[in-house]
């Protein structure tokens, strides 16, 4: 398992990072994933900020459909962590009973049709190269 | 590469299939893939029939949304041929170019993300597991 | 792409391998696969001998359902090489076109539940962890 | 983890599933996927149809061969639960260990040439592309 | 396909990162990575700016060590862009064939006991867990 | 869970197998992976003797470096024994944990760079194709 770095035991730099958490998502709770993070300070750094800029940054999707988008690949990736980190983010973000049903029933389909167009080498129509 | 099924040599059950397809999508265009799955009717009829529930049915999810999440899962598989028909789907249901980016964006962080958890071995946080 | 290696071009230690390729499949052609493993001897020896006896020593799975089995693998992988050539290989031992759309309805049924039981995060039955 | 649906508490529609699997079974116990799917009813209904239609209808394929497919698949993509049930659901069906050994002998060594096909970029022989 | 943005058509925004990646590489060619990833420049300076902190920054790792893991995941994910493009820098960088033989022969490998240790369920060793 | 088979209760040919193991890593310690894989001898036998050929023989990659490329293909593949195994190997040979860092930076950048260019489905470039 991971060691975990508290904040009264990071250096200035993870600080700075953790205290940017706090502030952009308005919580005092760090979660796991960034305290794993903080082993290598560049990494902590670099995935905050792009996952900052990336899911928070004005855009045109909105924050639940981003979050939705992030499930998608954790679902299929199997990551067990991000699929339950993401879940309850989506959760509060609005995600209801319904939405995370149909979602995962378009996860399961495209993983379905994804095995059917590799598993019978379905050539690409030419109008979808364009 | 796999042989494609035309509508002029089907079967009236795989010709039934392709008739609601070009119902529902409103094109007289069959792609390929259906064209593929034809070989085997059985896939054929309950892929559509899902494909169908799944992405055309009433719900919380706008069809633009389950697009979206549809091309994350895809590009997550490396899935040549999904990508590029669910990408031409998604332009048709209004999806342009800064939607894309961003859709590219948050697939990309979240394949990093996934990563990161699992080589971390970053315990679950207590909260998540409700 | 990669380098192929012919059998006129090849050292003694690679055309021993082709040799036993030949013996065994009782046919002269060496596909490319081979002929890629080549440039690196060691893996060429190992990756023949593992397949061999995985693939044709006696046992209780007949040589079609471990095509099968590999194609299955195959397909979730997304190799298209892989794909290829073990579904002729397949078909070579007996696979007709309604075992083939059966294997792939399988595969892809099955990774839709895998996402599924992934996305709930399904907790292992007791009496399946035995 | 995911919020288990017990028969007693289920709507009519999930009963009528539970019902189906437990009569096409033959056992009274429902495994955790199912109460897990039935959080959201046209999944739980439309995975069960496809599950038994692709196990358990007639075909070309035996049943204990399709469950070392599905297992092919699972192990593959990593699924705990889906590799515990169906491993189960495999022996149920005849698997022994020597079979299911030889089972996982022929997904590890096909893992291993997918990637080396990838790998070495190894060009789809002409004869394959029939 | 994708629309690949020339430095000609650029932005100044996107100029910017074609120069870095000039200066970066000392070489003039810019690779169609990059010039399909300028559709959506926020997304090409943060991979750019990425890739060039993690490949470039002086480290523990040499930049040959640095390719050969990057060219891992890349063939375990099958994806042929990345495949191709990290093979050549490799060389670059020094890898020579026996090299990359070993290389492939690990990556081969690991795919094969990732796929036993899933399929067999093995508990992870109390003395890993630390 | 798997049945682990103990040195006591081993056949002669897995004996022979955990000697071997012992003899060539120098402890006495055999982990869950090889009792697991008694299951089966000859795929005990052969993945021990691919593993240590593959890791252990002379060549041009040094250890330590055949260690992290083997966690890279872990990580990527989400396999927790394999990562908790691997990441205890290299320590053994000297990772510290600047180098785990760089290590786990350089494959969630490969991964995100994996996935965009798939999903922009980039052409490679005439020059890669060498």
């Known amino acids: 398992m991971s060691n975990l770095i508290e904040y009264d035991d990071a250096s200035a730099e993870v600080r700075a990072v953790y205290d940017d958490i706090r502030a952009t998502r308005q919580t005092d709770y760090i979660n796991n994933f960034w305290k794993a993070l903080a082993q290598h300070p560049p990494t902590l750094r670099r995935t905050w900020e792009t996952l ?50 149909e979602l995962l029933a378009i996860i399961a389909t495209a993983n379905t049709t994804n095995r059917l167009a590799n598993g019978y080498r379905v050539p690409v129509d030419e109008q979808f190269k364009v």
């Open 52 to 101: 900052k800029e990336v899911m928070t940054s004005p855009g045109e999707l909105d924050p639940l459909t981003r979050e939705l988008i992030y499930i998608a690949v954790s679902v299929t990736n199997g990551c067990e962590y991000c699929i339950a980190s993401h879940t309850a983010a989506a959760h509060a973000k609005g995600m209801n009973e319904a939405m995370f049903g």
